[in-house]
């Protein structure tokens, strides 16, 4: 069972940035979507950034021109690069991947803390 694995997270002043980034511990073909969530306390898990097709990439609002994804097809990675951090981004951040291989498959990390505080 292919498992992922972030890190990255930590604590960061307003302003700061931080690098996220999440491995799988097998082999994955074919991964068609890798995305970073977050959830923070006493909300839904939402959506930051997506790549779909190794190529098409998505940010929710909050994100965008802050929050860079990117990955790394020879080692199947994917990095959410976070510059000008806001208190708001203070949660935790999951990544997720999905690809084809009798049917779809579904991987989740169990997430990193991201704390943006002075």
């Known amino acids: 069972q292919v498992q992922l694995v972030e890190s990255g997270g930590g604590l960061v002043q307003p302003g700061g940035s931080l690098s996220l980034s999440c491995a799988p511990s097998?082999?994955?073909?074919?991964?068609?979507?890798m995305g970073w969530y977050r959830q923070a306390p006493g909300k839904q898990r939402e959506l930051v950034a997506s790549?779909?097709?190794?190529?098409?990439?998505n940010y929710a609002d909050s994100g965008k021109g802050r929050f860079t994804i990117s990955r790394d097809n020879a080692k199947n990675t994917v990095h959410l690069q976070m510059n000008s951090l806001e208190t708001e981004d203070t949660a935790v951040y999951y990544c997720?991947?999905?690809?084809?291989?009798?049917?779809?498959?579904?991987?989740w990390g169990k997430g990193t803390q991201v704390t943006v505080s002075s």
């Open positions: 997720s991947y999905r690809w084809q291989l009798g049917g779809l498959n579904t991987a």
């Open positions: 097998g082999s994955i073909f074919t991964i068609y979507f």
């Open positions: 790549i779909t097709g190794g190529i098409s990439t």
